[in-house]
């Protein structure tokens, strides 16, 4: 370990902390990046059970898109000379609704003519509500490209971008009930919600359309040795330039000294640099990295006002068949309780009743796992406060009651036999997520993402947000919010903004 200064010093290496610290060390800062965990990626890793390896978090990358029509994080990977092997699954996903007015089962395909045609089909009289919201869409991403050629006149965005700014004024709900699109087809559209945490009540309309159009039209992605392959690249593309990384390192306070941060400390030493990019939580590094004196009291305010994301319940299985043979044909499969996108919501108060996302990785890389297996992840989307002081044993018996009554209430809705074909199984609760990435409660969405807090707002006033000079935040709980492409364009556009800053 060398004792130089250097530019930047980044805490954490997960989507948001490595994405930023490529981004300058490809500007040509020196960069040392620091994480308490033994490999690169944070959320975006992988572990091994017997015979299986299993993707942590990544079920569908958005923004990807292809050759020909590349997204953003397409481009990105591409310029800095990147190369991922990116697997399409067939279709966006299958959703199926249990109760409530509307109940349906229905397979969405790709494509915005195709998508488009399956809705009118599942639910007549549709698309002109449809059409209307793709055209929303086109004047939000026009907005993005307008905003990504670093231009901000005014005039030109309430001119030019009348849709852009009321979908970022108003609620998803608010946007389709007013282009009159049918409660049926509203809940099919609304099906990626979790993917963002917060209700269509709560969330803009704009931050959807975002992440809908990535997978409805650049389509989901997932690269063929999943997220690991992805973190593993960054690292590697970041040392090719220079870039430093620790691995097994906690940073246990930064350097405060003339009311400005220059550097971290790590045990009893201290390694200095210009600028400290946490990608660590704001609170956790404000109540245990600073002394209170360098806090002031708008940062605290601000923590305290927001509410911690969503919270997950997942359980990672090996199955002793393969795909074909216990039944499973989608790579997405969304089960909700209730049609009502707003029921849904309040049911995540419920573990026996919240959303559940079921990925068969296998659906969409045949070979995942080894010939004759496959493996299955059920994922349910919590939104209620857990004890994680809870003594060994309890918790033992408490994450394997959840687990048994989510594996069955798939099988009930599924007709598939999963129990009897387990193999390896491991089951992850908000205490184990909070473990491996320090957040708190576990969540890996950041911050809830709410109208008052939505992405436009925070993107306007980060400048503002930034309490303490030298220091600076990347990850879930930032601007844009929770998702792979997200952070990585959240790191990106940090360590690119404070360079410019510097430049200036
Ligand atoms: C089960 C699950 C499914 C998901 N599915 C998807 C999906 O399909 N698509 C999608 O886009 N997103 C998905 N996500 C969300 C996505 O994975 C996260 O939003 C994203 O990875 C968070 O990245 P981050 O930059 O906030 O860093 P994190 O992953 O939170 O990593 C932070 C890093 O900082 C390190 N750190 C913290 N404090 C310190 C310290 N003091 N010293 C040293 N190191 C420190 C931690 O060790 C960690 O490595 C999923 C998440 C989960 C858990």
């Given at each position: 370990m060398s004792e130089k200064e250097y530019d930047i010093i980044v805490v954490g290496a997960g989507n948001g902390g490595l994405a930023a610290a490529l981004t300058a060390a490809d500007l040509g800062k020196s960069v040392l990046v620091i994480d308490r965990n033994i490999v690169p990626g944070g959320c975006a890793t992988s572990f091994r059970r017997g015979r299986f390896e299993f993707e942590p978090s990544l079920h569908e990358f958005a923004a990807v898109g292809t050759d020909e029509n590349p997204g953003g994080c397409l481009r990105w990977f591409k310029k800095l000379g990147i190369n991922i092997n990116w697997i399409i699954p067939k279709d966006a996903f299958r959703a199926i609704t249990i109760n409530g007015d509307d109940i349906y089962d229905v397979t969405m395909p790709t494509g915005i003519q195709e998508f488009t045609d399956a809705i009118e089909k599942e639910c007549p009289g549709s698309r002109k509500s449809l059409e209307k919201l793709w055209k929303i869409n086109k004047n939000i991403r026009e907005a993005g490209q307008y905003f990504g050629s670093g231009k901000m006149n005014p005039l030109v965005v309430v001119l030019k971008y009348r849709d852009f700014m009321r979908a970022s004024a108003h609620t998803i709900k608010e946007v389709l009930d007013d282009i009159g699109m049918p409660r049926k087809a509203q809940s099919i559209v609304s099906s990626y919600w979790p993917y963002l945490g917060n209700s269509v009540e709560e969330m803009d309309c704009m931050l959807y359309m975002c992440m809908f159009d990535s997978y409805i039209n650049e389509m989901p992605a997932i690269p063929r040795f999943r997220s690991h392959e992805l973190s593993c690249a960054m690292e590697k593309a970041l040392t090719d330039r220079g870039g430093e990384i620790w691995y097994n390192?906690?940073?246990t306070s930064l350097i405060y000294e003339d009311g400005k941060v220059n550097g971290v400390r790590v045990g009893d030493r201290d390694i200095r640099c210009k600028h400290v990019i946490c990608n660590a939580f704001p609170e956790n590094v404000y109540a245990k990295m600073l002394p209170p004196e360098a806090v002031p009291e708008r940062a605290w305010k601000l923590v305290n006002a927001r509410k911690h994301g969503m919270k997950f319940f997942t359980i990672y299985l090996g199955l002793n068949k393969s795909a074909e043979e216990i039944g499973f044909k989608d790579y997405t499969i969304v089960i909700n309780e209730d049609s009502d996108p707003i029921k849904q919501a309040e049911y995540m108060s419920d573990i026996k009743k919240s959303p559940v996302f079921i990925n068969c990785m296998n659906c969409a890389i045949p070979d995942a796992s080894p010939e004759g297996t496959s493996m299955l992840y059920i994922t349910s989307f919590w939104d209620a406060d857990v004890d994680i002081g809870m003594n060994v044993e309890n918790y033992q018996a408490w994450k394997s009651e959840i687990a048994d009554m989510l594996i069955k209430r798939c099988e009930d809705v599924?007709?598939?036999?999963i129990k009897n074909n387990i193999e390896e199984i491991e089951i992850c609760t908000p205490a184990t997520f909070a473990r491996y990435m320090g957040t708190p409660n576990g969540t890996p969405y950041g911050y809830q993402i709410k109208l008052w807090d939505s992405p436009t707002v925070r993107s306007m006033s980060s400048r503002g947000e930034r309490f303490i000079p030298g220091l600076s935040f990347v990850g879930a709980h930032q601007e844009i919010g929770d998702g792979y492409s997200s952070t990585y364009a959240q790191g990106r556009n940090a360590a690119q903004n404070l360079i410019k800053e510097w430049d200036k």
């Open positions: 390192t906690e940073v599924l007709h598939v036999d």
